[in-house]
């Protein structure tokens, strides 16, 4: 990893975008979108994922499924599974440059964040906590 990171760091403009871009690709599972209206539901958790933590709920077999494809597709980890055998325990990484690619889709794709987080939030996948 300390390579990457040297490119990175010592990349000019051209080899920054191209790591940027391939991190925005291998966010949406290695597709290019050029239209908000092309995003899937599993593509905005995906981008909102690597920004801020979001927690799927156990209880529905949707959910089951949207956070396996989060994990097939989005770049999310899968850490194993909880005593009961059948809860998943997946996390978004933190890696910077995952980050730096939702923030570059974000911005190419002109998207409001907060309507973004809202419109996850409204589906039945998302766990919205306590409040």
């Known amino acids: 990893m ?5 490119r990175y760091n ?3 403009y051209d080899e920054r975008r191209d790591i940027v871009d391939f991190a925005a690709t291998k966010l949406l599972g290695g597709r290019e979108l050029t239209s908000i209206h092309q995003l899937s539901v599993s593509d905005r958790i995906a981008i909102l994922a690597t920004r801020i933590s979001l927690c799927f709920t156990r209880t ?3 959910s ?3 956070e396996f494809e989060q994990v ?8 194993g599974i909880k005593n009961d055998n059948e809860t998943a325990i997946t996390i978004a990484p933190s890696e910077p ?11 190419k794709l002109n998207i409001d964040q907060a309507r973004l987080l809202e419109n996850v939030l409204s589906g039945p996948s998302l766990d919205k906590g306590d409040r």
């Open 72 to 79: 097939e597709y989005h770049m999310r980890f899968f850490l």
């Open 97 to 107: 440059i995952l980050a730096e690619g939702a923030a570059f889709i974000v911005r």
């Open 10 to 12: 010592e990349g000019g």
């Open 60 to 62: 529905s077999l949707t």
């Open 64 to 66: 089951r499924a949207m």
């Open 2 to 6: 300390h390579r990457f990171g040297t």
